[in-house]
């Protein structure tokens, strides 16, 4: 006998379960994070397309929609890049150890991940309503999460655990996966 306890099971029991689904202040850090290099990133871009006129004879007008067209272009490529990189998490994620799933775990693709990121419109519209939810629901997810069926999670988070996580308060007319549907 080495002196070592044993746990039992009403201690294993006892120890709290890991916090699964990423918090609402995680994610608008994480969110202020990308917006940073986002910034950065549309700065080199615009000031790119600045210099068009010395080469191309742009009117202003002109710039600014390519300017326009060129910062969305870049985002989508960003969010729906790096959601569904190996990663599965943008730089800002990355560095608060978050990342987006589907439901059950797995990585989402790039399609699954562009339509995610133009489902964020729908949680702008309403005074940025659908992205407060993430802070009002149990799994923490917002408008675009729901419409796009993904989740984001702590970064160590298996299946096994995110399946079992409590399901709590969810949006109206929205089920657990694998619960029955209403007869």
């Known amino acids: ?53 010395l080469y191309g004879g742009l009117t202003e007008s002109q710039m600014l929609l390519a300017s326009n067209v060129l910062a969305l272009l870049l985002q989508w490529v960003y969010f729906a ?27 989402i693709g790039f399609l699954h991940a562009t339509g995610r990121y133009f489902a964020t419109i729908l949680s702008a519209l309403p005074m940025l309503a659908g992205f407060v939810a993430a802070g009002l629901t149990r799994d923490k997810r917002a408008l675009h999460d729901v419409a796009a069926g993904t989740v984001v999670v702590r970064s160590g988070i298996t299946a096994e655990q995110l399946a079992a996580a409590p399901a709590g308060r969810r949006w109206p007319g929205t089920r657990a996966p694998g619960s029955p549907s209403p007869a």
């Open 1 to 53: 006998m080495t002196g070592a306890v044993e746990p039992t099971v009403a201690s294993q029991a006892a120890l709290p379960a890991p916090r699964v689904y990423a918090g609402f202040w995680r994610r608008v850090a994480a969110s202020f994070i990308d917006t940073l290099a986002l910034l950065a990133a549309s700065f080199i871009v615009g000031w790119s397309v600045g210099l068009a006129p």
């Open 81 to 107: 890049g790096m959601h569904s990189s190996s990663e599965q998490a943008t730089l800002g994620k990355l560095a608060l150890g978050i990342k987006v799933t589907d439901r059950h775990g797995a990585r």
